[in-house]
C-alpha cells in the first residue's frame, strides 16, 4: 500500500518536476483566479475530472482504468495532485471480509480548478468531498461500471457525452414533486407520472425508481440517446433488483452477488440480465 500519498502536508513531496519524454507527463502551470497557481499534467487534468464525475474512485481502478495498469505514472501523480490540496485521500474498511480499500475524491478547491479549466462538457455536473463511509464502495464501483458499458457504445461508434449521476437525478425529480404533495392524492399520481416522463424515469411501486448512473451519448448515426446503469451491493434483496428491472436499468453487480440476484429474479418469472462487475 502506497503509505507516502498520506502523509501529513508538511512532509508531502512536492508536484513532481515535468517528464519531457511523454506528452502526457509534463507539467503546466495553470491559474485560479489572480492570486493561486497550479502544476498539471494532462495525466492529472483526465484524473481530476474523472473524480470529478464519479466523485470518488479506489486506488484499484485509477491504476487499472485511467493508467492502464501503469502505477509508476498513477503514484507521482496522486502525490501531486494531493500535496497541492487538489484531491484528498480516505481509507475505509469495506466488504464482509472488511478489506483496506483506499479512495479518491476532489477537494473543493480541486472542483473549483476543474471547473475553470473548462475540462468536458459544460453541462456535466462536478462533485467534491466524500459522501456517506457506508456507501463508499457501492459508489465507487460506477465508475467501472461506466467503463464497461462506455467501451460498448464507443466500439459501436457511439460517443459519450456526458454523465449523470443519481445525485443530479434526484434534484430534479424530488424538488417538483416536493411541491405536488399539497395537491392531493389524485393530481400527485398525475404530476408523479409526468415528472417520471419528463426525465425518462419510471413509476414503480408507487415510486419514480433512479439509477445510479444515466450515461448521455451519439450512437454511430449522430441519434442522442441514453442507457440508465444500477450497482447492485450485496445487500440487495430480490424485490429492490425487481424494481430496478422494472425500471429497465441494466444491472451490474460482483460475481458473488450476481449469481444469487439473477436466481431471485427467475424466481420471481422476471427476465433480466445481470451483468457481473
Given amino acids: 500500500m502506497d503509505r507516502d500519498i498520506e502523509q501529513p502536508i508538511e512532509n508531502r513531496l512536492r508536484p513532481a518536476e515535468p517528464q519531457r519524454d511523454d506528452a502526457q507527463r509534463v507539467h503546466e502551470r495553470v491559474r485560479e483566479g489572480r492570486h493561486r497557481s497550479y502544476l498539471l499534467s494532462p495525466d492529472e487534468r483526465a484524473t481530476m475530472y474523472d473524480l470529478g464525475r464519479f466523485r470518488t474512485v479506489t486506488i484499484k481502478d ?100 456526458r454523465v449523470v449521476l443519481d445525485f443530479e437525478l434526484k434534484k430534479k425529480v424530488y424538488s417538483p414533486l416536493a411541491k405536488a404533495k399539497a395537491l392531493g392524492t389524485a393530481e400527485y399520481t398525475r404530476r408523479q407520472a409526468e415528472i417520471a416522463r419528463e426525465h425518462g424515469l419510471k413509476v414503480v411501486n408507487g415510486h419514480i425508481t433512479l439509477p445510479d448512473l444515466r450515461i448521455e451519448y451519439q450512437d454511430r448515426h449522430g441519434v442522442s440517446a441514453q442507457i440508465d446503469l444500477e450497482v447492485a451491493t450485496e445487500n440487495y434483496h430480490g424485490s429492490h433488483a425487481a424494481g430496478k428491472a422494472a425500471a429497465g436499468f441494466r444491472i451490474y453487480a460482483a460475481a458473488e452477488t450476481a449469481g444469487k440476484l439473477s436466481r431471485a429474479l427467475d424466481e420471481r418469472e422476471i427476465t433480466a440480465e445481470i451483468f457481473s462487475l
Avoid: C
Fill in 62 to 161: 485509477l491504476a487499472e482504468i485511467r493508467y492502464k495498469g501503469n502505477e509508476t505514472h498513477l503514484r507521482p501523480d496522486l502525490r501531486s495532485l494531493q500535496s497541492q490540496g487538489l484531491i484528498q485521500r480516505k481509507e475505509v474498511w469495506t466488504g464482509r471480509d472488511r478489506e483496506v480499500n483506499t479512495f479518491f475524491t476532489l477537494t473543493k478547491p480541486g472542483k473549483k480548478l476543474l471547473k475553470s479549466l473548462h475540462v468536458g462538457p459544460t453541462n456535466q455536473a462536478l462533485y467534491a468531498g466524500f459522501v456517506k463511509p457506508a456507501e463508499l464502495r457501492h459508489d465507487a464501483a460506477v465508475y467501472p461500471m461506466f467503463n464497461r458499458e462506455a467501451s460498448k457504445i464507443e466500439q459501436d461508434g457511439g460517443k459519450i457525452r
